[in-house]
């Protein structure tokens, strides 16, 4: 099956604000996340991406808009790969937010955290809709380009680890030990049994790797592709 590049947003003017921006509209990338988003997508640049989705939200359109160039694919938003829905909260400054009782139960339970109001979202709601878009997305990806392909989704710090959780088979209450930068790439190659977490929170590594090795001449292909490497394999050149 496909691997996945998961690309959060660059850095946002809400992110220096220090506001939980959630679906606010006119958030915009700062001057230093148009300069990561310009980055990321020169270390993407050799890594052939049979699909490029984002979020709807601006700061997710706006870092993948310099990835696109130079490439014949066209971008798709998908909105399961929005922020979560923060509801009440959206807006508030973070240092008022910690005061409040829930802030706790995200931190230490967030499989029961719900947002308040009308348009608050669980974060379980959350991973749900991410994992389930991502697996639809898989088998198009598959469909279209074949089981080695790779294709990118950028979307938000809290989604980003809400779907790693997931291919990590960790319960969601373990989530926040997960650590996702602005436009940092974390990347899942899946496999009919099992994804394998190739890389997390990667802010400046060679993206190279995430190439598939050449066939070898008379390779038989003995070990099934969902196979982990016993002893840990000899990694990327």
């Not at 009919?192 to 997390?200: D, L, N, Q, S």
């Not at 993206?207 to 490497?229: H, I, M, R």
């Amino acid at each position: 099956m496909p691997t996945l590049v998961l690309l959060r947003h660059g850095r946002s003017t809400a992110n220096t604000s220090g506001v939980l921006a959630g679906w606010s509209p006119g958030v915009d990338l700062d001057e230093h996340g148009r300069a990561q988003a310009d980055a990321v997508a020169e270390r993407l640049r050799p890594v052939p991406l049979a699909a490029i989705v984002a979020s709807p939200l601006d700061r997710c359109r706006q870092t993948v808009a310099p990835v696109l160039a130079g490439r014949d694919v066209a971008p798709v938003t998908d909105e399961r790969f929005g922020e979560c829905r923060y509801g009440d909260w959206t807006g508030r400054k973070l240092t008022d937010l910690v005061k409040e009782p829930l802030w706790k139960v995200v931190q230490q339970h967030p499989s029961a955290a719900v947002f308040p109001g009308p348009e608050g979202e669980g974060l379980a709601a959350t991973q749900a809709r991410a994992v389930a878009a991502v697996r639809e997305w898989n088998a198009k990806v598959e469909q279209s380009h074949g089981k080695d392909a790779i294709w990118l989704a950028c979307s938000h710090g809290d989604v980003i680890k809400a779907i790693l959780a997931d291919a990590y088979g960790m319960h969601l209450d373990l989530f926040q030990r997960i650590v996702v930068d602005p436009c940092s790439v974390s990347v899942v190659r899946y496999s009919e049994t099992r994804p394998f977490v190739v890389r997390v929170n990667d802010v400046g590594g060679d993206l190279t790797g995430l190439l598939p090795p050449p066939k070898q001449a008379g390779d038989t292909g003995s070990a099934d592709e969902s196979d982990a490497v016993v002893g840990g394999g000899a990694g990327t050149a």
